[in-house]
Each structure stands twice: as structure tokens, then as C-alpha cells.
């Protein structure tokens, strides 16, 4: 789509509001070297009301997390009949749910590691039965790693789902596999055409930890772009998360994050269908791979920009 004035919304109210203003400047930064009369909006400090008021073409969703990831924003600027990258309400608040993701992938037979839904009434025996240790328990619907826990006995059940409760409550405890670390990123899908998969990323952290400091802050993380792994598992991982990226209806672009142990198949552990746009971020750099730079790549997302609802009104 031609825009002329693009919002970018960027902050929100979420726990990843830190990052989301990083990325979010990115972003904009990005849409005014290109010449777009872009400004940046947050909606912790303005109503999305007054997106109304500013006569915009489209939005640019640089949101993290709750209140910008998970459907609620989307569903209002299709309210607003205002035109947004990413995908659709639906597709958001499944990816953003991860108890429900895996729920779907598991039908789809897309692997992923076991996983239980974590109630009040869970005891560490049943989680342990149902998934073994060590187990991940982490809020069911964050990210960037907040309010995760690896469980290695019984004993450390309890504080870790009261971490987790911290951020969400909902809770997930699923088997934690012991692999080496990948994500793939993705580009187009739905209506906006086939979803292309960009290079394997392989993520190196410090003692195999890809916490939020080491996601974010840290200089000792490494990352291989295209992954030294066999072509053959590379080119699984890009199916697997394309078949994962379709099954929740995602549209625009995506990340997969992956873990793969040598002889075995690889497993998804989960989709962020609004990926940071950073200097630490994985998208980016997978695109650069590929020969389109952040700004291209920036302008490319924003191009996909529409009205998931197909209705609409002329203002």
C-alpha cells in the first residue's frame, strides 16, 4: 500500500515496554530516512482514539508483549478502521498465548516440546508426570524470557509458578530440552502472499542462558547467521516454521524460536508475531543476510499494512 503519514507505535504498557521504545525508534527512524512522515505514538501516554485525530494512513505495530502483541491494539485500530502491520486479532492472540500455540501446533503435528497448563491445584508430582524434569515454567503469555524458571526438582516447583504468576495468570510448565538454540524469521503470508523463510539464525549464549540481559543488554551472546548446522536441518526448521506461522494464521512477518539436539527432530518452543526491531534483533539480522537492510526491510513490513476485517469505511 502508498502511505504518506505513519504512526509508530512503540512503548505501551506491557513488561517489555523498555524494549518496544528501543524498538520502536528503530522503526521510526528507519520510515524518516526513507522520506515517510512518520511519528512516534504510545499509548501508555495517548489514547488510540486520537490516532483518529491524526489523519494517519497507517500504523506501524512496534509494541512487545501484552496490550500490543496479543490481538487487543489490533482489534481497536480495525475499530479505527486504520490500516496495521503484523498479523490479524485473532492470529495475535493465539501467538501470544502460548499454551493455546502449542495446543494447535501439537493438532497440526507440528513438534513441540511436552507441556502442561499450570492451574492453582497443579501439584510439582503432576507437572513432573506430565512433563518430566527438568521442566520450563513460564508465564503463558510474555516475553522476552520474563518470569521463566528452569525446574530441575521437585522442591523449586513452587517458586517458579509464583514467578510465573507474577506476569500472567496463566502458566506454562513444559518439558525443557537441552539443545542447541535457533530462530527463524518470516516474511509475508496471507493475503499478503507466500510466507518466505529468511536464513537460520543459531543464538550462542553465555552458558546456553538467552535471558532478557543477554537478549538485550549483553555483548557476550553470539549469533551465526545462516546457522552452521546441516543444510538439511536448516531447511526443516524453515518448514516447520512456516507450517507454524500458517497454522495460527499469521500474516506480515514473525519469528520461530527453535531448539535442536543432533540425531532429533527440531522443536518449536514459540512465535513472537511482533519481533524486536533492535540493534540486538534477530529479524534484522536475518534479513541483512539476504541483502535487505533494516531500513528496506522496515519499509517492506510497512508496505503489507491493511484492515484484516475486510470491512471498513471511507473517512
Sequence with gaps: MTVQRVAVLMGGRSAEREISLRSGQGVLSALLRKGVDAFAFDPAHRGLSELADERVDAVFIALHGRYGEDGTVQGALELLDIPYT???????????????????????????????????????????????????????????????TKVENEALFATAVAKAS????????????????????????????????????????????????NKYFGQDTQYDCPANCPVD????????????????????????????????????????????????????????????PYDDLVLRILQGARLKSGGGFER
Excluded at 118 to 127: I, Q, R, Y
Excluded at 237 to 265: H, I, K, N, P, Y
Aim: proline residues 6%; aromatic residues 6%.
Design 86 to 148: 503484523g498479523s490479524g486479532v485473532l492470529a495475535s492472540a493465539l501467538a501470544m498465548d502460548k499454551i493455546v500455540t502449542k495446543q494447535v501446533w501439537s493438532h497440526q503435528g507440528i513438534p513441540t516440546p511436552a507441556f502442561l497448563s499450570v492451574t492453582p491445584a497443579t501439584t510439582a508430582e503432576e507437572a513432573i508426570a506430565a512433563v518430566g524434569l527438568p521442566m520450563a515454567v513460564k508465564p503463558g503469555s510474555e516475553g522476552s524470557s520474563l518470569g521463566f
Design 233 to 292: 536441518i536448516a531447511q526443516t526448521m524453515q518448514r516447520l516454521s512456516e507450517q507454524a506461522f500458517m497454522a495460527l494464521g499469521c500474516e506480515g512477518w514473525a519469528r520461530v524460536d527453535l531448539l535442536w539436539t543432533e540425531g532429533q527432530m527440531p522443536m518449536l518452543l514459540e512465535i513472537n508475531t511482533s519481533p524486536g526491531m533492535t540493534d540486538h534483533s534477530l529479524v534484522p539480522m536475518a534479513a541483512a543476510a539476504v541483502g535487505l
Design 166 to 213: 507474577q506476569y500472567d495468570d496463566r502458566v506454562l510448565a513444559e518439558a525443557f530440552v537441552s539443545g542447541r538454540e535457533f530462530t527463524v524469521a518470516l516474511l509475508g503470508g496471507g493475503a499478503l502472499g507466500p510466507v518466505d523463510a529468511l536464513p537460520v539464525i543459531e543464538i550462542r549464549a553465555p552458558a546456553g542462558n538467552y535471558d532478557f540481559k
